[in-house]
Structures are given as C-alpha cells and as structure tokens.
C-alpha cells in the first residue's frame, strides 16, 4: 500500500488540508497524526475492521487495548455508562490534554478496542491537527502510539514513518510532539484515583487536585503484573544492549562508563544532560546524544534520540537516569524499560548494581 503524506502548511486553515485524511479515517483505513505527547495510530473506534487494522499493522497483541481519542469533552458521554465523581474532576482540571482516563465503557464500543475488558481508555488531546482530524472523521478514534510494537514511540512524522511506510493509508505530518512521553492514564473506576501509567500530567498535579492519588503497585514491583495491559511488555526497546545509570553521581557514573565502553573498542551510544555532555571525551566511536538541561526537554528528546541509535548502529547504549519526581516519574518509566532494566547506581564514588545484567566492560569496576 502506498502511504500519503500531508505535510501540514503553518499559517494556512487546518481543515482544508486535513479533508482526505479525515475521510480515509471515516472510510477504515488507518492514519497517523500528531498529539502533544507521541504521534498516534488513528482508525475509527467504533469500526472493529478498521481497529482490527491497527493492530496488524503494529504487531500489537490482541489482549492490549486501544485509547479512543475524542475532540470535545461532552463526546465521552456516548462511550461510558457513567463517570464517577472522579473522572469529572480530573476532566475538569486536565482535558484538553495529555491525560487518559479509564472508565466504566458503554454498549456501543468495540470488543476488540477493550480487549474485552469492561472498562475503556478515554482521552482528549489538547493537539489542534488532533482535534480538527477527529472532529471531520465524525467518530471517536482509537489510536495507540504510531510505531511497531516493542519499539520507541514516534515523536515526528520521520519516525512513524520508519516503521508505518507501505504499511499504512497515510501520515499527517504535523511537526515535532511537546511532551515527547506519552499520556498519563488514570483509573477512575475504582474508589481512588490510580496512576497506571505516568506521562505529562505529573502524580505530584494530581494530588494537588484530588488531595491523593495511587501509584499502581505493578509499576514499581516486579512481582505485580501491571493494571494497564501494555505496560507489561518489555518496550521502548533500542536494538543494542543499554545500561542505566542512577543516583546522585549519575553523571559521573555516566561519564565513567562512557570512558570504558570506549576504551573497550564499543561503538557507544550515550543519551545523557547537557551538564554531563559538556565533560564527555571526544571520539569517533562515542556516539553522544544531548537529552537537553532539563525535565521537558528530557522527555521531548527522549524517544527520538534512542530511535536514532538504531540507525546509528552503536554496540551498547548508555543513559543517564534522573529523580523519580514530577515529569522524571514519567521519563524514568520508559528509561528502565528502555533498559531492559539493567540499571547500575551511582554514589560516593562508586557504582553499583540496582538490577539486571552489568556490561563486561564495567564488570571490574561495579560493587555487586
Ligand atoms: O499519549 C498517548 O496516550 C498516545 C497518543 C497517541 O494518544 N497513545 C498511546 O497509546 O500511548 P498506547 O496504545 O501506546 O498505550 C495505551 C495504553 C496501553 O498500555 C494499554 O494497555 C492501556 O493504555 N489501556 C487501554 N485501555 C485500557 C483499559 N481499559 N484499562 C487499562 N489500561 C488500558
Ligand atoms: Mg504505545
């Protein structure tokens, strides 16, 4: 199949240039756009057909269900049998913006959306392209993130496109995502709000609105099996091998690392804080990738620079791991995972193992 490509012009009317692709959408093909947090994989919600192409075209298990995106508020209304007081504060405080919400789903939705669940995935992207797009498809849209499963989510119409070319009806080009991680889901169903996935709409926002809010235990320990499907796949996956390095000397601790990947004839990827850049050797076989100064330029970076050590072909990754606080909450979950979680820890001038496998070329020099 042939995949169009709308290069979206700034400036002009948005709903002109956005006629086909809608019209694809509302005919069941499938078509890539913008969000503020990643590009997404768009197919009309309420065709199983055209949902039912989604995941083929990103090898996505049948048992992970899909995010319906709506483009105004009061369209929620038509895909749940109630809101719970809950989810009415969090789309008062949050929508539009880069916030899911789980909740109790209507009759008209889907098996194959749900993964059979009773409960659905609603959000409402902030994204003018998104909006508009959803707005002329007439119906909800279901959309996972835009890359192959297993892999980083696309953050640039270049990058769906790297795994959607020949696959997909077409991509709306609409520039480069702000957030760069995606939403943060919050269960509303249940008596308490609960975080089961961390993204743009930081915990620390949510308790301010809500008072307190709960962290899914299956994000944290590795013995619990997460609440939201997708979030037990190992994903977010670059190619070569990546070590993760935490702690209050993780720069340091990169830096070392870094000079001993190195030194050992490693062609090495580095995504590390300018901070840390800055102090980093030159070499050819250094292949080193600035993550940026702070928090939101981390989280905007993040999925386009470990897609690029892929085709940068590098032997072995490393990244530079920051505080579990605010938007770090969010970067931190998709880094470990990155990571295969293969994490050293550094402080005192020593890094030790945190979890996984330690790199040959660290072996002499981590405390296990
Ligand atoms: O920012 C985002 O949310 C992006 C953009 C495109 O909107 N979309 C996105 O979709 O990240 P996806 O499919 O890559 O991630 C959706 C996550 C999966 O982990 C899935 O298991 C979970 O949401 N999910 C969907 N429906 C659910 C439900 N009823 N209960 C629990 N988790 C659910
Ligand atoms: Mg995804």
Not at 110 to 134: N, Q
Not at 162 to 176: E, L, P, R, S, Y
């Amino acid at each position: 199949m042939e995949t169009k490509l709308w290069n979206l012009k700034k400036n002009e009317p948005l709903a002109p240039q956005l006629i086909e692709a809608a019209a694809l959408l509302a005919g069941g093909e499938v078509v890539a756009f913008p969000t503020e947090t990643v590009y997404g994989l768009g197919a009309d919600g309420l065709n199983p057909d055209a949902c039912r192409k989604i995941f083929a075209a990103k090898g996505r298990p049948a048992d992970n269900p899909l995010i319906l995106h709506i483009c105004e508020m009061d369209q929620i209304l038509q895909l749940t049998s109630g809101l719970t007081p809950l989810a009415k504060k969090l789309m008062e405080a949050f929508w539009p913006g880069p916030m899911t919400l789980i909740v109790h789903k209507s009759d008209r939705i889907p098996d194959v959306v749900t993964a059979g669940l009773d409960t659905v995935a609603v959000r409402f992207p902030v994204h003018t392209v998104a909006r508009e797009l959803i707005r002329q498809a007439g119906t909800p849209i279901a959309a996972p993130s835009a890359n192959k499963s297993g892999k980083p989510s696309p953050t640039n119409a270049a990058d769906v496109l790297q795994d959607m070319d020949g696959i997909i009806a077409g991509v709306v080009d609409g520039g480069a995502c702000d957030i760069g991680v995606e939403s943060t889901i919050i269960d509303t169903t249940g008596p308490e709000a609960v975080i089961l996935r961390p993204g743009g709409i930081t915990l620390e926002m949510v308790s301010k609105v809500l008072g307190s809010v709960k962290l899914d235990p299956g994000l944290v320990k590795k013995d619990e099996t997460p609440r939201a499907p997708g979030m037990k796949y190992r994903h977010y996956a670059p190619k070569a091998p990546m070590v993760l390095i935490e702690g209050p000397e993780a720069s340091l601790g990169v830096i070392r690392a870094a000079v001993m990947a190195e030194a050992s004839g490693l062609r090495t990827g580095v995504l590390a804080l300018a901070g840390t850049v800055d102090h980093l050797p030159r070499s050819p076989r250094l292949i080193v990738h600035n993550g940026g100064s702070t928090l939101e330029e981390l989280a905007e970076n993040l999925f386009r620079e470990l897609r690029l050590f892929d085709r940068e072909q590098v032997d072995t990754i490393i990244g530079e791991g920051v505080d579990d606080t605010d938007l770090g909450l969010a970067i931190m979950n998709r880094m470990r995972k990155s990571a295969g979680h293969n994490i050293l820890w550094a402080e005192n001038g020593l890094l030790r193992r945190k979890s996984g496998h330690v790199p040959d070329y660290l072996k002499d020099f981590v405390v296990q």
